[in-house]
């Protein structure tokens, strides 16, 4: 099977979402040898953290396959959660399943499968806390996702019933996976 995984949020490093996926994606490849995973990736900036990153990655397994784009967020942000144009496997070729950002939800083509994950909702409980684009992202984002993905990735309980009350996605689309590092698996 041929995953596609936007890894775009570790160029932020310091960030809960970027520490998140970064170590999500070093525990799937370092335990699933057995499905061709594409990282895909995009920073105008900042190109050079995800071809490290892409690279620390490989070692542990030589079946990965990176594709890394130099266009910026807000760029991708117009391209895929406004005009929703360009499905993912034209950047990534064939894929079965893709896991999206945080920040953006490509269009995904005939029969692939998509996964994102919610980290919060709460810029929909506290709006006057967040900037205008945030929201504007997060709106778009979701409206998108609702439609194309067939599952959504939680990072706690509550965040699972704020997507089910707030976002009204039904609870079977629903998993909760709890953020960890690496070490705690190894233990």
């Known amino acids: 099977m041929n995953v596609g995984i936007d890894i775009s949020q570790v160029v932020y490093e310091g960030t809960g979402v970027g520490r ?9 490849i370092q335990l699933d040898t057995n499905n061709t995973y594409v990282l895909f990736g995009s920073s105008l900036r900042q190109r050079n953290k995800l071809e490290t990153f892409c690279d620390e990655v490989k070692n542990s397994n030589p079946s990965v396959k990176t594709v890394i784009i130099s266009l910026p967020p807000t ?3 117009w391209l895929w959660n406004i005009l929703h144009i360009i499905p993912i496997p034209w950047f990534t070729g064939p894929l079965d399943v893709f896991w999206s950002s945080d920040w953006t939800q490509p269009p995904l083509g005939k029969g692939v499968r998509g996964i ?10 506290y709006p006057e806390s967040f900037d205008k684009t945030i929201i504007s992202v997060q709106n778009h984002r979701l409206k998108w996702a609702k439609r194309e993905c067939q599952h959504f990735l939680c990072d706690s309980e509550a965040t699972k019933r704020d997507a ?7 609870p079977s689309r629903l998993s909760v996976i709890y953020p960890g590092y690496s070490s705690a698996l190894n233990t």
């Open 116 to 125: 994102t994950t919610i980290h919060d909702v709460s810029f929909l409980h």
């Open 164 to 170: 089910e009350k707030l976002l009204h996605i039904d």
């Open 20 to 28: 998140y996926v970064r170590e999500m994606v070093k525990q799937i």
């Open 75 to 77: 760029i991708l942000d």
